[in-house]
C-alpha cells in the first residue's frame, strides 16, 4: 500500500534517492503562521491553496467563552487569518464550529482521503494515515516549501507491517494496543520506517480506534503509519463535507479498492502482537515506551542489565517521583486530562461518559473535545451533562493541556492521568508528570483519585 | 542557509537517549519570534535553568569547558517527538553547528539539514565512545568535513560517516531549496494535468 501511494506521487527523481513527491492535501494550524509569512515575505504565492486547509487548535485558550490575549498568541492567530484570506486558503477559524485540532478535522471534513498523500507541520499527522492516506509531519522550513511548490524531496522509509490478531479483552482499547506496540519495539524501534498496521484486531477496529493507533505512530520513532482502507472508511467518508460526490465518489471508490497492499506484499521487517496480550496500559516514565499493564508495578533500573538504560530509567523515576515495586494500581493522580489528537473523538467521549456516568471525579479533571463539531455532536447526546454531573469540566476545542502551549499547564510536581500522546519532561508543563492511558482508565483515575484498572470498575 | 564546508570545534557529550525536542525548547517559548533576544537561553531551557533562573551547575553547557562547543554528541533518539522546528533554532542560536548521534528523530533529521545544521550519524559504540573521550577530556575539540565524509576523534582517530548525497550538496552550497524545486516546474505542472485528469475528485469542489 505504502509502495504504491509512494509511486503514484513522484513528480520526477533526484539525486541519491531523493524524489520529489506531489502533496494532495496540506493542512495549516497557527504555527504555520511564521511560514506563510516568509511566503510572503519572499513575494511568492501559495501554489495550490485549493488543496490547502487551515485550522487554529495550538495556541487557543480552551475554557469556555476564553478569548486569547497573549499578543504574541494573538499576532500568530491573527496572522493565519490574514494571510490564509489573502492566499484564498479555507480557514477554519475562531468562532467556527468546524475549527478544532488538525487531525481530528482533517477527517472530519473529507479532507483526509485513501490513496492520497497528507502532510502537515505537526508530528501527529500520521494520524489520517487511518484512511489509507500516506501522511506525515514536517517542518516549519518543509511548510514553506510545500506552500510554494506543493510537493517536497523525500527518500522512501523502510516498510515495517505491524500485525495485530484476536480480540481485546474487554476494557482494553487501541490506546493500549499502540501502547503496547511502542513498549514493545521502543521510542526508536520505528525509526525509517513506515508502518502499516494490519491484522484481525485493526479489520474490526472503527475509524476513531485506527486514528488513535496511527496517531501514535511517531512515538514509535517511525514517519508515519496507515491502515488499508475498506468498507469502515469508505462509510465513514461518505457523505463528508469535502468528500467527492456524486459521479465523483463512485470514480474515487473504484480507485481507492485498488489502495491496499496485494496478497504476498513484502515488507522490510514483521512484527506481531496478539490482541489477547494487551491488558489496559499505564506509562510509568518519560518516554512512550515506558509503558506497563496497570496491574504491574514501577520497574526497578537496577534490574536492568544496560548502564545506559539503567541510568535513564533512574531519571525517569526521579522525575515521575516514583519507587521502584510500587503497583500502577497504587499510584493517587492529581489531576486528569481527556483530549488530544489521540483521544478526543465522539467514541474516546463515550468511552470515557461510560465509566463517569454515575460517579464523581474526587481530582480537577478536564474534558477537551477535539473539534467544536465533536462537541456539538457529544452534547446532541448529553455526554456533557455526564460529565459536569459528575464534576468535570467541559471545554472548548482545542490542543490544551496536550502540550500547553496556550499557557493550560499541569502544576509542578502534579501527576496527570492523560489521553495525550507524550508525557516527555515538561511536556505538560514545567515539572508535571504525565501518565498516558485510555480514556476510560483516565476517567477510572478521575473517579479513584488513583489509577485503577477499569476493568474492575464494573458497569 | 548558511552553507556547512569543515568544523573543528569543542564538542559537548549529552549521555541521556530519547533527548526529545519539548526538551529542548519547552512549547512555552513556540511563539516566539526566531531570532528573538535571549532565543539561546531557551536551548534545554528547564534542564539547564533552575526555577530562579540561575544556571544549573551540573549541566554540560553550563560548564566552563564546554561553553563554546559548536558541536553536540548524542545518544540515541536525539531530537525525538515534536516536529517543533524551534529546537534546530534554539540549538543554532546558542552556536551548535553540528549534531553526532546514533539515530535522530526523523523529523528533526530534516530539519536540521534546513537551517544549514549538519547531522551526522554514527554507530552506537563509535558515538559512545567519542562522548567517553569527551568527558575525560572537557573542551578537546572534533573536526568534521562535510565533504570528506569525515570527523577526526581527539584521539586522532577517523571516523567516516555517510550522508545523503543531495542533502551534502545543499548543504555544501547553502542553496534555496525552494528555488531548486520551483526549476522543476515543468514536471510538478505536467504532474498535475495528470492528477486533473487521473484523479479528478481529489480537488474538493463544494465546501461546508
Ligand atoms: S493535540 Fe497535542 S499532539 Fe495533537 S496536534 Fe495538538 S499538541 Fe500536537
Redesign the interface.
Known amino acids: 500500500m505504502f509502495e504504491k501511494i509512494w509511486a503514484r506521487h513522484v513528480v520526477t527523481e533526484g539525486p541519491g534517492g531523493h524524489v520529489l513527491l506531489y502533496v494532495g492535501r496540506h493542512l495549516l494550524h497557527e504555527g504555520a503562521t511564521g511560514a506563510l509569512g516568509r511566503l510572503a515575505a519572499e513575494g511568492r504565492r501559495v501554489r495550490r491553496p485549493d488543496l490547502t486547509f487551515a485550522t487554529a487548535d495550538h495556541f487557543l485558550p480552551t475554557a469556555p467563552g476564553a478569548v486569547a490575549t497573549d499578543p504574541e498568541i494573538v499576532g500568530m492567530v491573527d496572522g493565519l487569518a490574514r494571510h490564509t484570506g489573502a492566499q484564498g486558503i479555507v480557514y477554519f477559524g475562531v468562532g467556527d464550529p468546524r475549527r478544532g485540532i488538525v487531525h481530528v478535522i482533517g477527517p472530519e471534513q473529507g479532507l483526509t482521503l485513501p490513496g492520497t498523500t497528507l502532510v502537515c507541520g505537526d508530528s501527529h499527522t500520521a494520524t489520517h494515515g487511518a484512511f489509507g492516506a500516506l501522511a506525515f509531519g514536517i517542518g516549519s522550513t518543509e511548510v514553506e516549501h510545500v506552500l510554494a511548490t506543493q510537493t517536497l524531496w523525500q527518500t522512501k522509509p523502510r516498510a515495517l507491517r505491524v500485525t495485530v490478531e484476536g480480540r481485546l479483552g474487554l476494557g482494553v482499547t487501541a490506546k493500549d494496543v499502540i501502547l503496547a506496540l511502542i513498549a514493545r519495539i521502543g521510542a526508536a524501534g520505528g525509526v525509517g520506517h513506515a508502518i502499516e498496521y494490519a491484522g484481525s484486531t485493526i479489520r474490526v477496529m472503527s475509524m476513531d480506534e485506527r486514528m488513535t493507533v496511527c496517531n501514535m505512530s511517531i512515538e514509535a520513532g517511525a514517519r508515519t503509519g496507515m491502515v488499508a482502507p475498506d468498507e469502515t472508511t469508505f462509510a465513514w467518508l461518505e457523505g463528508r463535507p469535502f468528500a467527492p460526490r456524486g459521479e465523483a465518489w463512485a470514480r474515487a471508490l473504484a480507485d481507492w479498492t485498488t489502495v491496499p497492499s496485494d496478497p504476498g506484499a513484502r515488507f522490510d521487517r514483521e512484527v506481531a502482537l496478539a490482541a489477547g496480550d494487551v491488558a489496559p496500559t499505564v506509562t510509568w516514565g518519560t518516554s512512550p515506551q515506558d509503558a506497563l499493564p496497570i496491574t504491574g508495578r514501577v520497574p526497578d533500573p537496577a534490574a536492568a542489565g544496560d548502564p545506559a538504560r539503567r541510568a535513564s530509567m533512574a531519571r525517569a523515576l526521579a522525575y515521575m517521583g516514583l519507587r521502584p515495586g510500587t503497583p500502577l494500581g497504587e499510584i493517587a493522580v492529581d489531576r486528569v486530562f481527556i483530549g488530544s489528537c489521540t483521544n478526543s473523538r465522539l467514541e474516546d467521549l463515550r468511552a470515557a461518559a461510560r465509566v463517569v456516568r454515575g460517579r464523581r471525579a474526587v481530582v480537577p479533571a478536564w474534558v477537551v473535545p477535539g473539534s467544536g463539531l465533536v462537541k456539538r455532536a457529544a452534547e446532541a447526546e448529553g455526554l456533557d451533562r455526564v460529565f459536569v454531573e459528575a464534576g468535570f469540566e467541559w471545554r472548548e476545542a482545542g490542543c490544551s493541556m496536550c502540550v500547553g502551549m496556550n499557557g493550560e499547564t499541569a502544576r509542578e510536581g502534579e501527576r496527570v492521568a492523560s489521553t495525550s500522546n507524550r508525557n516527555f519532561e515538561g511536556r505538560q508543563g514545567k515539572g508535571a508528570r504525565t501518565h498516558l492511558v485510555s480514556p476510560a482508565m483516565a476517567a477510572a483515575a478521575a473517579v479513584a483519585g488513583r489509577f485503577v484498572d477499569v476493568r474492575t470498575l464494573g458497569g | 542557509m548558511q552553507p556547512f564546508t569543515t568544523l573543528t570545534a569543542v564538542a559537548a557529550p549529552l549521555?541521556?537517549?530519547?533527548v526529545?525536542t519539548?526538551?529542548i525548547i519547552?512549547?512555552?517559548f513556540?511563539?516566539?519570534?526566531?531570532g528573538a533576544p535571549g532565543y539561546a537561553r531557551f536551548l534545554f531551557h528547564?534542564?539547564r535553568f533552575e526555577a530562579d533562573g540561575a544556571e544549573q551547575p551540573e549541566f554540560v553547557l553550563n560548564r566552563a569547558a564546554y561553553r563554546g562547543a559548536k558541536i553536540l554528541v548524542t545518544?540515541?533518539?536525539f531530537g525525538?517527538?515534536?516536529?517543533?522546528?524551534?529546537a534546530?533554532w534554539a540549538l543554532e542560536a546558542w552556536g551548535i553547528r553540528a549534531v553526532i548521534a546514533p539515530?535522530l528523530?526523523?523529523?528533526f533529521h530534516?530539519?536540521c539539514f534546513?537551517?544549514g545544521l549538519l547531522p551526522v550519524i554514527l554507530p552506537a559504540d563509535a558515538a559512545a565512545g567519542l562522548r567517553s573521550q569527551l568527558h575525560a577530556r572537557p573542551g578537546a575539540t572534533l573536526t568534521v568535513d562535510l565533504e570528506a565524509q569525515t570527523l577526526t576523534a581527539p584521539d586522532g582517530a577517523r571516523h567516516r560517516f555517510e550522508v545523503?548525497?543531495?542533502?551534502k550538496?545543499m548543504l555544501l552550497t547553502g542553496q534555496d531549496?525552494?528555488a531548486l524545486?520551483?526549476g522543476?516546474e515543468g514536471?510538478?505542472a505536467a504532474?498535475?494535468r495528470r492528477?486533473a485528469s487521473g484523479?479528478?475528485?481529489?480537488?474538493?469542489?463544494?465546501?461546508?
Open positions: 549521555d541521556l537517549p530519547n526529545d519539548d526538551r519547552p512549547a512555552r513556540l511563539a516566539k519570534p526566531r528547564d534542564v545518544a540515541e533518539n525525538c517527538g515534536s516536529s517543533r522546528e524551534m534546530v539515530s528523530g526523523d523529523i530534516q530539519n534546513k537551517n545523503d548525497p543531495f542533502r550538496q531549496e525552494v524545486t520551483l522543476h514536471a510538478i504532474f498535475e492528477l484523479a479528478p475528485w481529489l480537488v474538493p469542489q463544494a465546501g461546508g
